[in-house]
């Protein structure tokens, strides 16, 4: 099940409309490329996953345009939070869910978005 959730929230995110930002401290990333990968033996940098499970590979730019990879271990019920916060955003109007890291458990983070600025007409009565 986590599998598909995965491949959902990677679906969702990636060409889409809505874009995933991640900050972090004082760091600010835009996701651009999302990967599920399989751990297949022990030289995984993502230790607390047994052989055969998923994680997630996200390819990242900064402000600078520097790019980075972020290797994820999320939960079901955190993929299951993106994916409802990304049909939210994008029903209203949204380019942008940004996840701001709460503290130090991995599943722990605040889920933002706003609609875009719509400038609408002024009509003026004389």
């Not at 959730?5 to 995110?13: D, E, G, V």
């Not at 999302?34 to 997630?56: A, R």
């Amino acid at each position: 099940m986590k599998k598909n959730l995965m491949k959902k929230f990677m679906n969702a995110y990636v060409g889409n409309g809505v874009h995933l930002t991640i900050r972090d401290g004082g760091s600010h990333f835009r996701v651009h490329t999302i990967q599920v990968m399989e751990k297949t033996d022990e030289s995984c940098p993502v230790k607390q996953l047994q052989i055969g499970d998923y994680f997630l590979r996200l390819l990242v730019r900064d402000k600078n345009n520097d790019e980075a990879a972020i290797l994820c271990n999320w939960s079901e019920q955190l993929f299951q939070k993106l994916l409802e916060n990304y049909a939210d955003a994008k029903e209203a109007g949204a380019t942008e869910v940004t996840m701001v890291k709460g503290n130090p458990n991995p599943d722990d983070w605040f889920l933002l978005w706003r609609p875009e600025y719509q400038e609408r007409p002024t009509t003026y009565i004389d």
